[in-house]
T-cell receptor, first 115, second 112 residues
Framework: DTGVSQDPRHKITKRGQNVTFRCDPISEHNRLYWYRQTLGQGPEFLTYFQNEAQLEKSRLLSDRFSAERPKGSFSTLEIQRTEQGDSAMYLC?????????????FGQGTRLTVV | DAKTTQPTSMDCAEGRAANLPCNHSTISGNEYVYWYRQIHSQGPQYIIHGLKNNETNEMASLIITEDRKSSTLILPHATLRDTAVYYCIVRVAGVGTYKYIFGTGTRLKVLA
């Protein structure tokens, strides 16, 4: 198991274009999280899934953002009509069902630059 | 909103212990304290977590005060590779699971 995998690692797009990121969690993990991190700030929670169900969405997740996890395995995060303010690192994390010793494992992130 | 406050930055001499403080005065009784670190341009890396007892693993020790309103992460022998941003997190209950809410972290610089 190579951990949480994110693709692509870097994405440059023009303002107004749509982009989609993919996250492959650790195989037995049924919880999957998306975070956004801007320069100099800590990661901000966006949304999470339990299996294929999206259980909670942050108010940061505007209607231009949509996340899916169709079969409870990999997840995608799509941003429509990108804006310069969307430039950030998008991080994915996964965890097993919460127990005392559960921790979330993060991927290396996708760095989005909107020009 | 983050439930933790940390100093913005700290320096530590190589080979010495690095003690990183964190305040979490509004923590609830069943909320865990987690520590992660982030080296430039990488994803956050898990270090350690605890509820009320002190914890130790191969990376670090976590000291939680008896009232649970603050904690200290200890890196016993800091190396240059420990230079990173360290996040103290309170894991809070969400809908159906838990959420990890990050603050702005402490930028630790280990000096040769």
């Amino acid at each position: 198991d190579t951990g949480v995998s994110q693709d692509p690692r870097h994405k440059i797009t023009k303002r107004g274009q749509n982009v989609t990121f993919r996250c492959d969690p650790i195989s037995e993990h049924n919880r999957l999280y998306w975070y956004r991190q801007t320069l100099g700030q800590g990661p901000e929670f966006l949304t999470y899934f339990q299996n294929e169900a999206q259980l909670e969405k942050s108010r940061l997740l505007s209607d231009r953002f949509s996340a899916e996890r169709p079969k409870g395995s990999f997840s995608t995060l799509e941003i429509q009509r990108t804006e310069q303010g969307d430039s950030a690192m998008y991080l994915c994390a996964s965890s097993s069902p919460p127990r005392t010793n559960t921790e979330a494992f993060f991927g290396q992130g996708t760095r989005l630059t909107v020009v | 909103d983050a439930k933790t406050t940390q100093p913005t930055s700290m320096d530590c001499a190589e080979g010495r212990a690095a003690n990183l403080p964190c305040n979490h005065s509004t923590i609830s009784g069943n909320e865990y304290v987690y520590w992660y670190r982030q080296i430039h341009s990488q994803g956050p890396q898990y270090i350690i977590h605890g509820l009320k007892n002190n914890e130790t693993n191969e990376m670090a020790s976590l000291i939680i005060t008896e009232d649970r309103k603050s904690s200290t992460l200890i890196l016993p022998h800091a190396t240059l590779r420990d230079t990173a941003v360290y996040y103290c997190i309170v894991r809070v209950a969400g809908v159906g699971t838990y959420k990890y809410i990050f603050g702005t972290g402490t930028r630790l610089k280990v000096l040769a």
